[in-house]
């Protein structure tokens, strides 16, 4: 199970940080990536970043330079960070779990997305 | 740009009737996509993966096909249950570009 926690409110030019808790599995799977996603009325369901448990990271080429996704395994919770928020920013942001293909250069195609958390609100305001 | 382009945006249906829900890409995706079921207030649920294979748990009525660009979900016997919006999405890039299409709204009468 996956359940994202963070703030339903930020401010603009100010940065966003989420956690998702994993709990009934492990964070450590080797098979999985995990992943966040957001869905807007404007965008529909966006894909922002995947981390694998070793810190493996891969990140949507539209918010690259704002993002920073990472794991503590210790805490079974992986976490996002988005700074210099605007408005665009609002949406309902997503936990989830999926699969990955390594082929032969050690190259990860991540796929669908199997686990969802139940989500959690954020809204860019002053 | 890799587009994904559902239609229709809207079906509506009775009970026990058939849907069947498009997903066309602008560019060949193999077999790798994925179909989700969205309910009100709800997380996306994992339908279907590599274009016909149902996730776990996934009744038998839900069935994907397709593959190239052109792929389809089918819903047979549908029920109240099944109102909810559909998602497709492909994957298997490299470097990875996970992306959904627009959704088709299904409403049961």
């Known amino acids: 199970q996956l359940r994202e926690s963070g703030p339903g409110l930020v401010k603009p030019s100010e940065t966003l940080s989420l956690t998702c808790l994993v709990s009934g599995g492990s964070i450590s799977d080797t098979k999985s990536y995990w992943a966040w996603i957001r869905q807007s009325p404007e965008k529909g369901l966006e894909w922002i970043g995947s981390?694998?448990?070793?810190?493996?990271?891969y990140y949507s080429a539209s918010l690259k330079s704002r993002l920073t996704m990472s794991v503590d395994t210790s805490k079974k919770q992986f976490s996002l960070r988005l700074t210099s928020v605007t408005a665009a920013d609002t949406a309902l942001y997503y936990c989830a779990r999926g699969p990955f293909y390594s082929d032969r250069s050690g190259f990860h195609y991540l796929k669908w997305f199997d686990s969802w958390g139940p989500g959690t609100l954020v809204t860019v305001a002053s | 740009e890799l587009v994904l382009t559902q239609s229709p945006v809207t079906l509506s249906a009775s009970p026990g009737d058939s849907a069947t829900l498009s997903c066309r890409a602008s560019?060949?995706?193999?077999?790798?996509l994925a179909w989700y079921q969205q309910r009100p207030g709800q997380a996306p649920r994992l339908l279907i993966y590599a274009a016909s294979n149902r996730a776990t748990g996934i009744p038998h009525r839900f069935t994907g096909s397709g593959s190239g660009t052109e792929f389809t979900l089918t819903i047979s016997g549908l029920q109240s249950e099944d109102s909810a919006v559909y998602y497709c999405?492909?994957?298997?890039?490299?470097?990875?570009?996970?992306?959904f299409g627009g959704g088709t709204k299904v409403e049961i009468k």
């Open positions: 981390v694998y448990f070793n810190g493996t990271t």
């Open positions: 999405q492909r994957y298997n890039d490299w470097p990875p570009l996970l992306t």
């Open positions: 560019q060949s995706l193999y077999s790798n």
